[in-house]
């Protein structure tokens, strides 16, 4: 077993971190272990996690149900090539994403990971227009401000300026980027803000495959919440307009902004819907594109009637286990009073921070409280204030935001907001 130093120094040496520079690499923190809604560090140091690891832990860690389920399943087998071979998990985790996913999603196709989710969704949007003899239907209509993943595809439908893909803007493909939906949740809606967006696509109809769009919460974006009217024009222009829409729940699925999917805000149903993260309550990779009859209909009745992707870890029999462990749990546990719970709490102990020098917002929606700084916080000297009060928290631009496991408790959520606050006023 490595010491804490040889670990570190290992990690120095060799290991690249998400978003991270070699030369000026920020602090990592080495972890021992993880319980509930603590994850322990190598000095015994115990943490409240305010993240879920990037959204995804929804049941805390090492919970015995998902533990059992991946335990049980690796006795049987761990993974089996999906050509030609078929089996319980997955089939068991197609149906109930089918019956939990908003009207007629019926088609489930897993993968690795979010952003190949969003791939695999790119690529059926275009695959059904080819099948249809329109072949000149290769363009996205995608938002400002919008976020989908780091791969080619997914990053092309990524906000080109503001985005985190910008330095990569002369390889990708070019879409269309209308303006980010300006109307907040909760605010009335100001048809205004919608005309941007309803010009392109009148304009560029014959030429879009379809509108890819994070349903609600714009996240790596900047965490901003928009009307559900705006997704509700979205839906109603795409349906005049022959036009797919997809739509990225791969940060608001299974419950995160008070409904179990986003897009039942605004009462709709896409054409396609990528699934990720907390698929697997944040234990295994694992990412779904789900999509209506219409469109794989269309793809598999077509002049190329296969679809044409598939990865070597396809509906991974582990992590489905996973999956379907923690959406029973999920389903079983009364989430949305869990949910409701933690939102009543956030908006009553983050609203502190509004009056604060250095806050210029703060907003709540579900399992989500955002902190918005005037200024980008400065995360090396940030992160590890937050370690010191014993809390997990991984601010980005000039968001500190909070999207704790569902488990957590008063108490444990207070530490996390009273942490918040603490840092946010020396900030003045
Ligand atoms: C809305 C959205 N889409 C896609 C992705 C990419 O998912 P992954 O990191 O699993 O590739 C993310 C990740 O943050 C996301 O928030």
């Known amino acids: 077993m490595l010491s804490t130093t040889e670990l570190t120094d290992l990690d120095r040496e060799h290991l690249w971190h998400p978003y991270t520079s070699f030369t000026n690499p920020s602090p990592v923190f080495p972890v021992r272990r993880a319980q509930g809604v603590h994850i322990e560090l190598s000095d015994g140091k115990k943490l409240i996690d305010g993240m879920s690891s990037w959204w995804s832990v929804l049941h805390g860690y090492n919970n015995p149900v998902i533990n059992k389920a991946i335990t049980d399943q690796l006795h049987q087998f761990a993974h089996v090539m999906f050509a030609g071979f078929t089996h319980e998990p997955a089939a068991q985790l ?29 690529k059926m949007a275009i695959q059904y227009w080819y099948s249809q003899g329109e072949t000149q239907r290769t363009t996205f209509l995608a938002l400002r401000r919008g976020y989908h993943g780091d791969t080619f595809g997914a990053m092309g439908v990524c906000d080109p300026h503001s985005g985190m893909h910008h ?15 300006e109307c907040k949740f909760g605010e009335p809606f100001d048809e205004r803000s919608f005309s941007n967006f ?5 304009r560029n109809r014959q030429k879009i495959a379809a509108v ?35 739509a990225d729940e791969i940060a608001t699925g299974f419950g995160r902004t008070g409904k179990l999917f986003a897009c039942e805000h605004a009462n709709i149903s896409p054409d396609i819907m990528c699934l990720g993260k907390a698929l697997t309550g944040g234990y295994l990779t694992l990412a779904a594109t789900l999509c209506n009859d219409t469109v794989s209909d269309g793809i598999c009745r077509g002049k190329n009637s296969i679809f044409m992707h598939g990865p070597t870890f396809m509906a991974n029999p582990l992590a489905c286990a996973a999956a379907n462990a923690s959406i029973d749990l999920l ?22 921070c509004r009056t604060m020098p250095a806050v210029a917002d703060v907003r709540v929606l579900g399992a989500i409280g955002v902190v918005e700084l005037k200024e980008a916080a400065n995360l090396a000297e940030l992160q590890p204030k937050f370690v010191e009060l014993g809390i997990w ?19 444990e959520l207070r530490v996390l907001t009273t942490g918040i606050k603490t840092v946010v006023r020396s900030l003045a």
């Open 212 to 246: 890819i769009l994070e349903p609600i919460v714009q996240g790596a974006g900047g965490m901003h919440f928009y009307s559900p009217i705006f997704l509700q024009r979205v839906r109603e222009l795409c349906n005049k307009m022959n036009v797919l829409l997809i």
């Open 331 to 352: 389903l079983k546990n009364d989430w949305q009073k869990k949910v409701s719970n933690i939102e009543q709490q956030l908006k009553k102990e983050l609203e502190d």
């Open 198 to 202: 309803s010009h392109l696509l009148q």
């Open 393 to 411: 928290i991984r601010p980005f631009g000039k968001l500190i935001y909070l999207m704790p496991p569902f488990i957590i408790n008063e108490t």
């Open 94 to 122: 197609a149906k109930t994403l089918v019956d939990i996913t908003p009207a007629g999603l019926n088609k489930v196709f897993f993968s690795d990971s979010g952003s190949v989710a969003v791939e695999v969704a790119l």
């Open 167 to 181: 330095l990569f803007h002369q390889s990708l493909s070019r879409h269309l980027f209308a303006d980010e939906p």
